[in-house]
């Protein structure tokens, strides 16, 4: 699917289809970027392929400029969560997070899924705004922070 300026969201069915070398999430420029980095390139190969785990990229003409994945429970099949959702900083405001979030929702729909789950910084309106705008319940996520009780929302959008 083409979304805007050559920029085409696709899902990865097997590990010899991924490629995240050009993905760096250092140009994210958050405290969590390159651990983020670091456990999608880890796991990425490890997950890919098996039932219940998507893993879906933004590609431009030259690297991957986006990367979503998302994870059916197995425990409660009817749920899925979304632990990764970034964007690279030169590729922000073009709509790329929302081809990435809309895509792994409709996923989601063909499993069967009814609720699916992202968590959320305080401080990150646009994604706030997108999942606003998407339909999610958002709600305080306590911390175990005793100077800051609630740095994160979590994100619920229910499918129906």
């Not at 490890?46 to 990367?67: E, I, K, S």
């Amino acid at each position: 699917m083409v979304i805007a300026s050559g920029v085409a969201v696709r899902e990865i069915a097997s590990a010899d289809e991924v490629d995240l070398s050009g993905f760096c999430c250092a140009g994210i420029r958050e405290p969590w970027a390159l651990e983020v980095e670091e456990a999608i390139r880890k796991d990425v190969h490890q997950f890919v392929g098996q039932p219940g785990f998507h893993l879906l990229v933004a590609d431009d003409l030259f690297a991957t400029v986006g990367v979503l994945a998302m994870r059916r429970s197995s425990l409660m099949p009817a749920f899925a969560s979304i632990p990764v959702l970034a964007v690279s900083v030169n590729h922000r405001r073009r709509g790329i997070a929302r081809a990435l979030k809309t895509h792994a929702l409709a996923v989601a729909r063909l499993m069967g899924v009814t609720a699916v789950t992202s968590e959320v910084d305080v401080d990150n309106d646009a994604m706030l705004r997108l999942n606003t705008d998407l339909g999610a319940d958002i709600r305080p996520k306590p911390s175990a922070d005793a100077w800051a009780p609630f740095q994160r929302f979590q994100c619920t959008i229910r499918l129906g």
